[in-house]
């Protein structure tokens, strides 16, 4: 299996006139858990559509698990899990209904799914939920189900859109906990976040600005080049510095 997960050169989308990801290039390897920051609107959700075979990109190159983005799209699709910034499960279905109809979208055939089921279920604790309606559950949980949910066909590496906005602190940190795990399976872990304290869980991360990178290393590494105690300060100081330019 390749090492890296993630590689792009010079990876740029535009919609008309407008630059929204410009030139980015990265190398994610495979089980790094990889923080993608950037304030609202720098591009974050639109690099992410390209990496899972989503959106076309304008122009530069990338891979994904070894997959070209643009020739091998479909194959990509296949190989990810995906947990989108604004939708991951339905509150009106039961969690049972939820994973079946996941596992169905990812061309699970019913033994697997019920097998599957069983095990992310008991895994989370679940288990005693399994016919209660999803938006019955705390936040933490849910987060927690869709990105077992987002695994249901083993991909080997999964992209968490803001996976934890409108989730509390201490259902954070048992979502982090699932994270972490999944990373030591040698699962790639690709995920957007504005909390800066999940940056600091992250082996590496990059900040974005106005569609381009502008730091990219691990968090020590931040803190100790711009000499500032938390990823929250440097990227304070970043973001100033980047708007008067
Ligand atoms: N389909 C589209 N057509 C035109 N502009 C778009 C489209 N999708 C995104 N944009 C613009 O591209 C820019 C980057 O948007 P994107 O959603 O990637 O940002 P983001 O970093 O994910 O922001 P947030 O933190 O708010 O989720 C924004 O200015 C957005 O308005
Ligand atoms: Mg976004």
Redesign the pocket.
């Known amino acids: 299996m390749s090492e890296i997960a993630v590689q792009t050169s010079g990876l740029t989308?535009k919609?008309?006139d407008?630059v929204?990801?410009d030139q980015v290039s990265i190398d994610v390897k495979r089980g790094e858990i990889f923080g993608f920051l950037?304030?609202?609107?720098?591009?974050?959700?639109?690099?992410?559509?390209m990496l899972c075979g989503l959106l076309k990109p304008t122009s530069g190159e990338g891979k994904v698990t070894g997959l070209d983005l643009y020739a091998e799209s479909e194959r990509i699709k296949q190989k990810i899990g995906y947990m989108s910034?604004k939708f991951s499960l339905y509150n009106d279905l039961t969690l049972s209904e939820n994973i079946d109809f996941y596992g169905g979208i990812y061309g699970l055939n019913p033994t697997d799914i019920e097998f599957k089921k069983n095990q992310l279920l008991a895994d989370l604790q679940l288990t005693p939920w399994r016919d209660k309606l999803t938006g019955t559950l705390p936040p933490g949980f849910k987060q927690g189900l869709a990105l077992g949910t987002a695994m249901l066909h083993d991909p080997s590496i999964v992209f968490l859109?803001?996976p934890t906005s409108g989730v509390d602190p201490s259902s954070r940190r048992a979502f982090w906990d699932v994270i972490y795990q999944t990373a030591s399976r040698g699962i790639t872990v690709f995920v957007?976040t504005?909390f800066m304290d999940e940056a600091e869980y992250c082996h590496r991360i990059s900040i974005?600005s106005t569609?381009k990178i502008i730091a990219l290393d691990r968090p020590d590494n931040l803190r100790e080049k711009y000499k500032l105690p938390t990823i929250q300060s440097v990227f304070v100081h970043l973001m100033r510095q980047a708007s008067t330019h």
């Not at 304030?39 to 559509?49: E, F, V, W």
Request: glycine share 20%.
């Open positions: 989308k919609f008309g407008f929204a990801v950037g304030a609202n609107g720098a591009g974050k959700t639109t690099m992410i559509r910034q859109d803001e957007t504005h974005m569609g």
